[in-house]
T-cell receptor, first 109, second 118 residues
Framework: GEDVEQSLFLSVREGDSSVINCTYT??????LYWYKQEPGAGLQLLTY?????DMKQDQRLTVLLNKKDKHLSLRIADTQTGDSAIYFC?????????FGAGTTVTVRA | GAVVSQHPSRVICKSGTSVKIECRSL??????MFWYRQFPKQSLMLMAT?????????EQGVEKDKFLINHASLTLSTLTVTSAHPEDSSFYIC??????????????FGPGTRLTVL
């Protein structure tokens, strides 16, 4: 089966950049995603990248994809307190999503 | 953007009872609906895939007789947890890749249903 791994915790100072890393194993993944989950809430799609791209930027979010190493990262510029949440990376294959365990990002003043 | 709703958002029930969770697509036709389960501090795990008008496909280890899925219309899929037990307590989330989509360039998630079985 597919495995998606990511670090569990990240603490960052307000205003700094956050970088969340993710690795996956399925080389046939078509899309890779970043989702945000706030406490007690569902998932919010932040951004996604097609597997033939290596970078995508969307306002404060930058996604980097190294397909050779199967490594995905999400950079959040100018991290704010509202960015505190759990961030999940996910890959899709055959329309199904496989999620990582989630990275809990804590933004400190 | 597309909206998926779930009802109820939270339910507490006694052990042995059955609970039905509804997932509705509000502004698009959901040909396919995915059901996920999330235990505390863990990732989402796909339980089953339902396609309108046909039987659901369950992931390995998910009991189809315990988690009944009905996808009778293009806007409604239901998950019924039968004879619920405390170990079924979890956060259940549905998602759909949207109307007539041939690939998942995006998926629309419901807000989730938190089930607590006493």
């Amino acid at each position: 089966g597919e495995d998606v791994e990511q670090s569990l915790f990240l603490s960052v100072r307000e205003g700094d950049s956050s970088v969340i890393n993710c690795t996956y194993t399925d080389s046939s993944s078509t899309y890779l995603y970043w989702y945000k989950q706030e406490p007690g809430a569902g998932l919010q799609l932040l951004t996604y990248i097609f597997s033939n791209m290596d970078m995508k930027q969307d306002q404060r979010l930058t996604v980097l994809l190294n397909k050779k190493d199967k490594h995905l990262s999400l950079r959040i510029a100018d991290t704010q307190t509202g960015d505190s949440a759990i961030y999940f990376c996910a890959e899709s294959n055959d329309y199904k999503l496989s999620f990582g365990a989630g990275t809990t990002v804590t933004v400190r003043a | 953007g597309a909206v998926v709703s779930q009802h109820p958002s939270r339910v507490i029930c006694k052990s042995g009872t059955s609970v039905k969770i509804e997932c509705r697509s509000l502004d698009f036709q959901a040909t396919t609906m995915f059901w996920y389960r999330q235990f505390p501090k863990q990732s989402l795990m796909l339980m089953a895939t339902s396609n309108e008008g046909s039987k659901a496909t369950y992931e390995q280890g998910v009991e189809k007789d315990k988690f009944l899925i009905n996808h009778a219309s293009l806007t409604l899929s239901t998950l019924t947890v039968t004879s619920a037990h405390p170990e079924d307590s979890s956060f259940y989330i549905c998602s759909s890749p949207g109307q007539g989509r041939g690939s998942t360039d995006t998926q629309y998630f419901g807000p989730g249903t938190r089930l607590t079985v006493l």
